[in-house]
């Protein structure tokens, strides 16, 4: 398996505009995660899906962003309208029983 | 709310300096202690789990022990690939989620 996939692995955008994250889960795995990451609060949970549903989305800052699962191979995270203050990395990580895989991250600027 | 906390945020060792890396959690119902490994511009590497006090895991020169209160990432020997940044995480049985020390910084100079 080639592990969680994401993309784009960076992302430039200016203030105002939209933006979308996708992630591709490890197949079979039935929790999947969205986590920010940032100097200043490190590793947070932003909404985490277990069978394509939404559990838990208390983490997502604010109504600016949503995520949806459509499929169990498949998942994206939008932020609308985007603010420099979203500057941040971006990972996506899925889980079956036990241990989380974590994908390699966007890297996402807001100028 | 559960909180981990590590120490310390940086550690300079020589190569073959062994030393301990630090996690204190306050977690309600305690379902399991993650380590994971994080490189720059990667995203985190799954290490070890625990799930009882007195657990112990090892991989290579790495050791993680579980106590009621904290665990701890025991490094032997270090070698310069071993620089990385050592992350905690725990989850409880309420929810799904993993909870995320801020992370140690650990560099080793040849």
């Known amino acids: 398996d080639a592990g969680v996939i994401q993309s784009p692995r960076h992302e430039v955008t200016e203030m105002g505009q939209e933006v979308t994250l996708r992630c591709k889960p490890i197949?079979?795995?039935?929790?999947l995660f969205w986590y920010r990451q940032t100097m200043m609060r490190g590793l947070e949970l932003l909404i985490y899906?277990?069978?394509?549903?939404?559990?838990?989305d208390s983490g997502m800052p604010e109504d600016r962003f949503s995520a949806k699962m459509p499929n169990a191979s498949f998942s994206t995270l939008k932020i609308q309208p985007s603010e420099p203050r979203d500057s941040a990395v971006y990972f996506c990580?899925?889980?079956?029983?036990?241990?989380?895989?974590f994908g390699q991250g966007t890297r996402l600027t807001v100028v | 709310e559960d909180q981990v906390t590590q120490s310390p945020e940086a550690l300079r060792l020589q190569e073959g300096e062994s030393s301990s890396l630090n996690c204190s959690y306050t977690?309600?119902?305690?379902?399991?202690l993650f380590w994971y490994r994080q490189d720059p511009g990667k995203g985190p590497e799954f290490l070890f789990t625990?799930?009882?006090a007195g657990e112990e895991k090892e991989k290579e020169r790495l050791k993680a022990t579980l106590t009621k209160k904290e665990s701890f990432l025991h490094i032997t020997a270090p070698k310069p690939e071993d620089s990385a940044t050592y992350l905690c995480?725990?989850?409880?049985?309420?929810?799904?989620?993993?909870?995320f020390g801020t992370g140690t910084r650990l560099t080793i100079i040849p």
């Open positions: 990580a899925s889980r079956d029983r036990t241990e989380a895989f």
């Open positions: 197949s079979g795995h039935d929790y």
């Open positions: 899906f277990n069978n394509n549903v939404p559990i838990d």
């Open positions: 977690v309600s119902g305690l379902r399991g």
């Open positions: 625990l799930y009882s």
């Open positions: 995480a725990s989850t409880n049985f309420g929810n799904e989620k993993l909870t």
